[in-house]
């Protein structure tokens, strides 16, 4: 059975892409920072639970030492963890967005190496945003031209780049970014816009369950290969 760790997850996208891995098989660890939700979306689902910070060094290794203890390996990470922020105020609102959107997964990414070596198909995927893509941000054609969240585009950039990075340091395991789509989360209520969390949890899946000679260090969205 698939060992899947997913940070974030419960609610949101990573709610819905634990939801459907679990019905593909998969044993589904929640990672959530929130004790009392993250145990709710784990039992509505009939999940598993760990409190992970992606913020917090202690959070994240505690964490993945429960998984080792009781799985022995992890076989797919989501980084699925990240907050939206739409202005550049300080350098406090900077440095919180960057933690938790780009260090974060690298805290996360090097706690769970060593049990991802441990499996025969280990895969991570990230969920980043094409609004962190020099080339969707410059081409007047792409919504993203007219999108000005400066920090949050500059931390997916950042977490497009560790996948690549990775993908290059660690051969042995597949890392790919994503586009999920403007979704319909809490993220992006006072927006009002979005689509259902199932459509963009989907591209999620793919990535998750790619064969072991699937694709690595890319950045997708429903549609195959972005540039970026």
């Known amino acids: 059975m698939t060992v899947t760790l997913i940070t974030g997850a419960n609610k949101g996208i990573g709610f819905e892409t634990a939801k459907q891995l679990l019905e593909l098989g998969h044993t589904v660890y929640i990672g959530a920072r929130d004790v009392e939700r993250g145990e709710k979306a784990a039992a509505e689902l009939d999940a598993r639970f760990v409190q992970l910070d992606v913020t917090d060094d202690a959070s994240v290794s505690s964490a993945l030492a429960t998984i080792g203890s009781a799985e022995g390996r992890l076989d797919v990470l989501v980084h699925n963890a990240g907050i939206l922020g739409s202005q550049v105020s300080d350098g406090p609102t900077a440095l919180r967005m960057f933690d938790t959107n780009a260090v974060g997964i690298v805290r996360v ?3 769970a190496l060593p049990l991802l070596h441990k499996s025969s198909n280990p895969t991570v995927v990230t969920v980043s945003s094409s609004l962190g893509s020099f080339w969707a941000v410059n081409n007047p054609d792409r919504p993203e031209f007219n999108v000005p969240f400066a920090l949050y585009s ?5 977490a497009t780049m560790l996948t ?3 993908a290059k340091s660690q051969p042995g395991i597949k890392f790919n970014a994503l586009e999920p789509g403007t979704t319909a989360t809490d993220m992006t209520a006072s927006l009002g816009i979005g689509r259902p969390v199932e459509e963009s949890a989907r591209t999620v899946v793919r990535l998750a369950t790619l064969d072991a000679d699937g694709p690595t260090g890319t950045l997708q969205d429903e549609n195959g290969e972005l540039r970026w």
Do not use: G, I, R
């Open 109 to 111: 990414t090097e706690a």
């Open 154 to 158: 500059a931390s997916k950039s950042a």
């Open 164 to 166: 690549v990075q990775y």
